[in-house]
Structures are given as C-alpha cells and as structure tokens.
C-alpha cells in the first residue's frame, strides 16, 4: 500500500491510497469467497458452485462488496501511515480496482497544528462585588411592589397619576394629517385605544405617553405628545417617523405599598433589620458569582484574541446542530414562528456558525493548555480547571 497526502483548506486533507496486484487480489478473494459460502445458484450445493458462474450472477454485488471491504481494510492503516491525525472522514471518491491493483481517494478533517497561546500572566480586569445601599434599598422596593394593593381614585380627590399606578386611558396618534390607523392598519395598538388599561412602568406601553401620564388628573387631556418611532423595529409605515398623541386619563389605581412592618411580616422575617440583612447578603452572593462569570468569559475572549485558527469544518457542522436546536427551542419559548426564521435566516445561520467555530477552537486551546498542565477530568470539569487555571495566573 502507499499513501501520498496533499493539505486542503480549513484543517482538511487529501489522502490518496493506492494498492497493488497482490493487494487487491488479496481483498477480491476474500469477498468471492463470502459470495461461494452465500450464494445460492440452481443445481448447486451453498459453496460448491463454480467461481465463474458465482461472477457472472453476482457481478455487481461483488463489485460493491470489494469496493466496500478495499476500503475497509486499507482507511485506518492508511491514516496511520500518513500520520494524521483524524477529527472524521467527510468523502471517499476515486474508488478504482481490477485485478492489477486499486486506489480511492479520501477526504479526512484532521486535528489543526497551532501555537498554544500563552495562558498565564493574562490581564482580566477585577471588579468590585460589594453592594450599597442604594442597591439593597433598591430590591426591598421591588419586594414590596409583589405585595402592594391598589385603590381606585376619586375624581374629586384631585390626586394624579403616578409610577406604578394603573390608568385607564383613551389615546390616538397621527402622522402629519393621517391617523395611524390609516399608514398602519395592523397598528391598532400603538394607534388608538379607549378604556386601555396599562401600569405606568417601563417597558408596559409606549414610554412617551407612560411619561406624559404621570402627573395627570382623571378627565384631564393632552395633546401634542411626541413619539418618535424606531427606524428599525416599528411597523411598516412608521418606521423612523415622528407621530403626535391626544392622551385622556379616565381613570387611576392608586398602588399602595405595604408599610416595613407589613414587609417583614409578609416575608416572614424577624424585623426589618434582618430582612434587610438576608436582603444584602443575597445580592453581595449574586454579585460574586455574576463576578466570576465574567472574569471566566474575559478569560475565554483573552485565550481566543491570541489564538486565531482554523478547525474542522465537521466539527463546526456539528457544534452548529447543537446551537441552532438551542436557539429554536428558546425562539419557541419566546413565540417565534417559522416567518422569523424565514426572515432571518442567513443571519441566525451567520451567527450560528461564528459561535460554533469559537466554540470548537476554545475547545482545542482548553484541550492543549490541559495537556501542558496535565488536568485530567472529562470535558466540561476539564474546561472548568483550565479557566480556573488562567484565572489564578491572571493580572488585574
């Protein structure tokens, strides 16, 4: 047998195998003599019919059966003559015999040669975990919110409407003399509404007209409120324009947030001292661990900067299946249809196969940089010590 190898593009070779005389018979033998042991010829005894029958009846599943069984016998000591080192075989082709010799051609992904990055002495920057005041006032804010109670106000009380608050509104836009109802008919939402209940918080509804609320009376009316549309993601029509709103108040739910006694009681604490003590010592663990989340993602962005390289377009294939069947997963979740993957397409693959090529050369550099240091764990408690690794051999 010999090999001649030639170097393709992105981690792939071209592994040429060639057999001679002996060889091939050698193989052509072996599979007639399975075919006499199976094949069943009229007349004939299983193993007693002649060999030239056997090859005019079976010609082509011979053909196959030596084609399969050359290369069989000959890839993996063929690999191993010429030295490389195998992520998967992508394609055979070429595949010739007869009885003086045979050859096919094949298409291996090798493992790619690259110079391990050095890992130690890498500047990750170190921030502060602690948490103030502001921050632990903050979520106490936010657990009294779970537990408010709201009240209807009164007309003639003259109380406004402010952060928190439910309101009933009646609102309408237009776009210089047209509604937008009329450039944007699937809009009804962000064009018109009466009797529409929102609370008056970010993210709950349009923010111009959440803001142009706070502060309004129950039957009071504003015009003249300004919204500008984003160019990229509202409707068709609207995209980038600018629009006036008339906004009524027709009605106010106060919210009422329970008093610091009312708190500890509800979240079954001893006082308000300890509750705001539990409070501090769970945001300052949350703010460690997010810390130390992105002191090992600076760490993979570092290791990655100083070893740019190619890897096996197979095992990006496969790194990409895994991402994309995530990402559809999470898309459904979320109420994605099928009209955004087919909207998107090209990017979300784009994407995909930028983060599963990153994905598969960490996987190299974490690999390489094991085997310098001699960490022995299966993958992922691999990964995990040779990040930890890095990091204890950082600098701030």
């Known amino acids: 047998m010999k090999t001649e190898l030639k170097a393709l593009e992105k981690c792939q070779v071209q592994l040429t195998v060639k057999l001679d005389g002996d060889e091939m018979k050698a193989v052509i033998k072996d599979v007639e003599k399975a075919f006499i042991r199976e094949a069943h010829i009229p007349g004939f005894r299983p193993g007693k019919a002649p060999i030239d029958l056997i090859r005019k009846n079976y010609a082509s599943g011979i053909k196959e059966e030596t084609t399969r069984a050359m290369f069989q ?31 096919f051609v094949a298409i291996v992904d090798v493992k790619p040669k690259f110079k391990l990055p050095s890992y130690k002495g890498l500047k990750i920057a170190e921030a502060n975990a602690t948490i103030d005041d502001a ?3 903050d979520h106490l804010k936010r657990l009294s919110v779970g537990f408010a109670k709201y009240e209807d106000a009164k007309a003639e009380d003259g109380s ?4 928190g608050d439910f309101v009933q509104i009646d609102y309408s836009g237009v776009v ?6 009329e450039i944007a008919p699937d809009a009804k939402v962000i064009a018109e509404g009466k009797g529409f209940w929102t609370s008056v918080e970010e993210g709950r509804f349009i923010p111009e007209i959440l803001d142009a609320v706070k502060g309004m009376k129950i039957g009071e009316e504003k015009t003249g409120v300004t919204v500008k549309f984003d160019k990229e993601n509202a409707p068709e029509g609207l995209k980038g324009e600018k ?4 906004v009524k108040v027709a009605a106010i739910r106060h919210r009422i947030l329970p008093t610091d006694a009312e708190l500890v009681e509800k979240m079954k604490a001893e006082s308000f001292d300890a509750l705001t003590k539990t409070v501090r010592e769970q945001l300052e663990k949350s703010a460690v661990q997010r810390e130390q989340v992105r002191r090992e993602n600076e760490a993979v962005e570092a290791l990655l900067k100083k070893a740019d390289f190619d890897v096996p377009g197979s095992q990006v294939s496969r790194a990409m299946d ?10 459904q979740y979320s109420g994605l249809g099928a009209d955004y993957f087919e909207k998107n397409r090209e990017q979300i693959l784009k994407d995909a196969e930028e983060i599963a090529t990153r994905q598969v050369r960490l996987w190299y550099i974490i690999d390489a940089i094991a085997t310098e240091e001699k960490i022995e764990a299966k993958d992922e408690e691999r990964g ?7 990091l204890a051999n950082a600098k701030a």
């Open 322 to 331: 895994g991402y994309l069947n995530e990402f559809a997963q999470r898309a």
């Open 384 to 390: 995990k010590k040779v990040i930890e690794l890095v």
């Open 243 to 246: 629009a006036e709103y008339t």
């Open 135 to 137: 921050a632990v006032a």
């Open 73 to 103: 016998k000959n890839y993996a000591p063929a690999v191993k003559e010429a030295g490389i080192e195998e992520v998967s075989l992508v394609d055979v082709k070429d595949v010739e015999f007869t009885t003086e010799g045979g050859s």
């Open 176 to 181: 210089g003399k047209k509604t937008i109802l």
């Open 160 to 163: 406004v409407a402010a952060e």
